[in-house]
């Protein structure tokens, strides 16, 4: 299958900081990403380098096109949402959907207006009058009535509030997302988007933790919660990482035998947030060891 998105050995670094190492990344169409990392970890500048916004060593493909070198053929097949949505103040925002459908071929006003009627922004009003929430709505409304092959949002829903991040994250999902359409998203609020990812990234001082399918996920990933009892045979299972707690300790586990991990109580799959900090190396063993002998 040929792929939506192709990286292969990006790497930038500004001096001595290596902001993203040796990255390759291959995303097929009708895949919903999520790159989740810490702050500084190099999110946005992948994001940026994969749209041509900022050089760095490697060779990219979207959409089979050089974001640098095929910019104009790029971008009609791609679309970005930044953190922060800057859009022309002075306009109205009829005269936006009018501006947008002008310059963008793949743009469907209907469909942009669609949006916006869920929200209580009316094409009479200035950007400058909208509220920081209402020109991210509207942003969001201008971008999702693109037919792009791509779609690369980065915190897409910050200064949201929580009922109209799930109406988004809903509407992404039944009205925009197809099979021939690739998404990334990067947010903190992972809780949010993990039941709509088909994969994840986690990224960390610039290099790939873990690039992983759902699928593949549950399989190699449980979670057990072990009496005090049995904590010495969780732990010659070898856990990646553990929770202290009441009673016993909650283990995280990666390829183990799951016959084994039933013998020591019930077995379910991590959630995203609780994975992420046992990749990046927290709560591990070695930590509550020290923590146990202080």
Aim: proline share 3%; aromatic share 6%.
């Amino acid at each position: 299958m040929t792929a939506m998105i192709q990286a292969l050995g990006l790497s930038k670094h500004y001096g001595r900081k290596k902001v993203l190492e040796d990255v390759n990344l291959e995303i097929p169409a009708g895949r919903i990403v999520g790159v989740i990392g810490p702050n500084g970890a190099g999110k946005t500048t992948l994001l940026q380098a994969l749209l041509g916004l900022k050089s760095v060593r490697g060779t990219i493909r979207m959409a089979g096109f050089n974001p640098r070198t095929d910019r104009v053929k790029m971008q009609e097949q791609v679309c970005f949402i930044a953190d922060t949505a800057i859009l022309p103040s002075w306009m109205k925002v009829s005269q936006l959907l009018d501006y947008t459908a002008a310059v963008h071929p793949n743009f469907n006003r209907e469909r942009a207006e669609g949006f916006l009627a869920n929200t209580r922004i009316s094409l009479k009003s200035r950007v400058k009058e909208l509220s920081k929430g209402m020109v991210t709505q509207l942003h969001l409304a201008l971008v999702m009535a693109i037919d792009a092959k791509i779609l690369i949002l980065d915190e897409p829903t910050l200064g949201l509030d929580i009922i109209y991040r799930k109406t988004f994250y809903d509407t992404l999902l039944n009205d925009y997302y197809d099979d021939e359409k690739t998404i990334i998203i990067t947010t903190h609020q992972v809780e949010e988007i993990e039941h709509i990812l088909t994969d994840v990234i986690f990224i960390d001082d610039g290099h790939i933790v873990l690039n992983e399918s759902a699928e593949q996920m549950q399989e190699k990933y449980h979670a057990v919660r072990v009496s005090a009892e049995q904590d010495a045979e969780a732990r010659a299972l070898e856990p990646i990482a553990v929770n202290r707690s009441l009673g016993g300790n909650y283990y995280i586990f990666e390829n183990a035998n799951r016959a084994a991990l039933e013998n020591l109580g019930q077995v379910h799959i991590p959630d995203l947030a609780e994975l992420f900090i046992a990749k990046l190396g927290k709560n591990t063993l070695e930590e509550n060891k020290e923590a146990h002998h202080e």
